[in-house]
């Protein structure tokens, strides 16, 4: 059977779709496909029919003995290149558009500015095309991190290359940041730097266009560092600015960080009575968008606050307080109502601190930045402070609050709380109510818990909104319907316990978890513990030895374990689990405590319900 088809562009089609030169493809076997072209006409000669795939498959003989077989059409819309022209198959077998790019042409994807991912080396700054192939991304390979421009590449390369970080809180970037706080200056503000991975790293640590000092830390270890005191932050008068008022820590490895506001509770016979620590967020999990999570004023002169630090110069960052944010202590650019437009240049530092309220006699003061909403045109940092509050309001002893806010992208609708342990001294520990609050980011939020908790409120009217279970020893789930912000405040000493004070940790999404740790807990305190939440089936060990598993929570599926510390060493832990698990870690001092989240991935996680 002979049969013709005319194929108009079948000879650009055949190139563009993989097929051979069709001046080649002919043959003078007999049955075999036969391709012959003039300047009006293509035909094709062949012995069976097309195949239901579309491919035209010729069954003889062919002069070398082997089958010869047509490429399928192109489907309809396919976009191809023919060098800098771009052109679109119409699905039968010729062309309904063609193009000749300005720029490039890339397979696929059409006319483009540049080729997407390709690169170029201009010195120390990687000249890489976006993903979208409008434009290009500038980066800084940082030799001070270990990281160089590859010429073959055109980016930057090395363990803190950004291609090789993801979102959580190991990074090689970091900026410490000294808040208001009432301590003596005698005590000191101090990183901890935990090294994760198989290699030293060479840690380094500016202020502005100062090197404060230069640190080696060991695979697998530990490192304290303490540094000045950031006079400026650490009082707590009026909101301001302090340019270059951040430190900020740089390895060759990714590591994690931690702040301690002061490290040491007690020098000789002196206690600090206002401690606490923070996991700090490294710049590549950074974001342009939080909500605060702090107090309200204490006795008419001790403000709650927030600290916004910038890694970009030009930063700007907009302040939208709450409906109880709106009592500030003016400054820096932020007015009285708690408003303002602020430009932040690298390692700049805002600080903005609350009013006096007033209020009700005997009451809790109303000024409140909690809620207030920071939004930035780049990605900053953002840590809630306090001066020094008691918890409740009327209950001693008054404690420095501080805790790194996790961006807006981070949170999620699901969290799990747990009441730390307390432990007087020479006793055994138990439980001990803590305060819980939670911060809406959408208006019409509500609130349910697991195992259900009797009173506790269950909706937030409006963005920024927050409520307070008071005190509870309970430990639950909370799902919310939108994202929402969630805080634990430890009770002050005269609540029960005799150790201990007012302390403050940020709760970990669910989806946050990971499956292992490196954390510090400081070795001077009286007792240090960590809280484990994961599932009932999990096998987590600490420092190599596996611990009981964990006490069910309602019917949520997972539990809690509670493990006290070792001073023993210089305080370094290990946790590894079989799935994936949260930690917080907190500790005891006459008058002092401490409590952060131990670690958490940084993932984006969609504002959906599931």
Not at 13 to 32: E, I, M, Q, Y
Not at 134 to 152: A, F
Not at 166 to 183: A, E, F, K, W
Not at 502 to 523: E, G, S
Request: glycine letters at 10%; hydrophobic letters at 35%.
């Amino acid at each position: 059977m002979r049969f013709e088809i005319a194929l108009p562009s079948v000879l650009v089609l055949l190139a563009a779709c993989g097929g051979d030169d069709p001046a080649s493809s002919a043959s003078d076997g007999t049955g075999v496909t036969t391709v012959t072209a003039t300047e009006s006409t293509t035909s094709t000669t062949q012995s069976t029919a097309p195949t239901t795939s579309g491919v035209v498959t010729d069954t003889g003989t062919s002069t070398g003995g082997a089958d010869t077989t047509i490429p399928p059409i192109c489907p309809d819309g396919t976009i191809v290149c023919e060098g800098n022209v771009k052109k679109v198959c119409d699905g039968m077998g010729g062309f309904f558009e063609e193009t000749l790019c300005d720029d490039v042409c890339v397979e696929g994807l059409g006319c483009l500015l540049c080729n997407p991912g390709e690169g170029v080396c201009d010195g120390d700054v990687a000249h890489v095309c976006n993903d979208a192939g409008d434009g290009y991304v500038d980066t800084y390979c940082d030799e001070v991190q270990g990281v160089t421009c590859d010429p073959d590449s055109g980016h930057c390369v090395g363990a803190c290359a950004p291609a090789n970080l993801g979102t959580s809180y190991i990074g090689c970037d970091y900026y410490p940041t000294v808040t208001t706080n009432r301590v003596d200056n005698i005590y000191h503000f101090a990183v901890v730097v935990s090294n994760t991975t198989d290699e030293s790293a060479h840690v380094t640590i500016t202020r502005g266009a100062m090197t404060v000092t230069e640190a080696d830390v060991p695979s697998q270890s530990v490192e304290v560092i303490t540094l000045p005191w950031v006079a400026e932050l650490k009082d707590y008068w009026d909101s301001k600015v302090v340019p270059d008022g951040a430190y900020r820590v740089r390895s060759t490895q990714p590591i994690t960080l931690y702040q301690y506001s002061p490290l040491e509770y007690v020098i000789g016979d002196e206690y600090s009575m206002t401690n606490d620590a923070s996991l700090l967020v490294p710049v590549n999990a950074w974001s342009a968008d939080y909500w605060v999570a702090i107090r309200n004023t204490h006795g008419g002169w001790n403000p709650g606050g927030y600290a916004v630090v910038a890694s970009q110069d030009g930063t700007q960052v907009t302040v939208t307080p709450s409906a109880t944010g709106k009592i500030v202590n003016p400054g820096g650019g932020i007015a009285a109502d708690g408003t303002g437009v602020v430009t932040l240049d690298e390692g700049d530092v805002l600080q903005v601190l609350s009013g006096h309220g007033g209020g009700e006699p005997g009451m809790p003061d109303i000024a409140d930045l909690t809620g207030t909403h920071v939004t930035a045109d780049k990605p900053v940092h953002v840590i809630a402070t306090h001066f020094c509050t008691y918890i409740p309001f009327d209950v001693e002893a008054c404690d420095h609050l501080e805790e790194s806010m996790l961006p807006y992208e981070s949170l999620a609708r699901e969290y799990l709380v747990t009441t730390p342990f307390v432990k007087p001294l020479n006793q055994e520990p138990f439980i001990k109510p803590r305060m819980v609050r939670v911060i809406a980011t959408e208006a019409g939020t509500t609130i349910s818990y697991e195992p259900p908790q009797d009173g506790a409120p269950t909706t937030l009217a409006n963005p920024g909104d927050y409520f307070e279970i008071a005190a509870t020893d309970k430990d639950f789930m909370i799902t919310a319907s939108a994202k929402v912000v969630v805080a634990e405040y430890m009770q002050g000493q005269q609540a029960g316990g005799m150790t201990g004070d007012p302390a403050m940790t940020i709760a970990v999404p669910l989806k946050q978890y990971r499956t292992n740790y490196l954390f510090h807990a400081p070795v001077n305190y009286e007792s240090s513990f960590v809280n484990v939440t994961a599932p009932v089936g999990a096998n987590i060990t600490l420092d190599g030895m596996p611990l009981p598993a964990p006490t069910p929570i309602g019917n949520t599926g997972y539990g809690v374990i509670r493990a006290q510390l070792s001073n023993a060493g210089d305080g370094t832990h290990a946790l590894t689990g079989d799935q994936e698990f949260g930690i917080q870690v907190y500790g005891y001092g006459q008058y002092t405590s401490y409590w952060y989240p131990g670690g958490a991935d940084l993932k984006f996680i969609p504002n959906i319900p599931e």
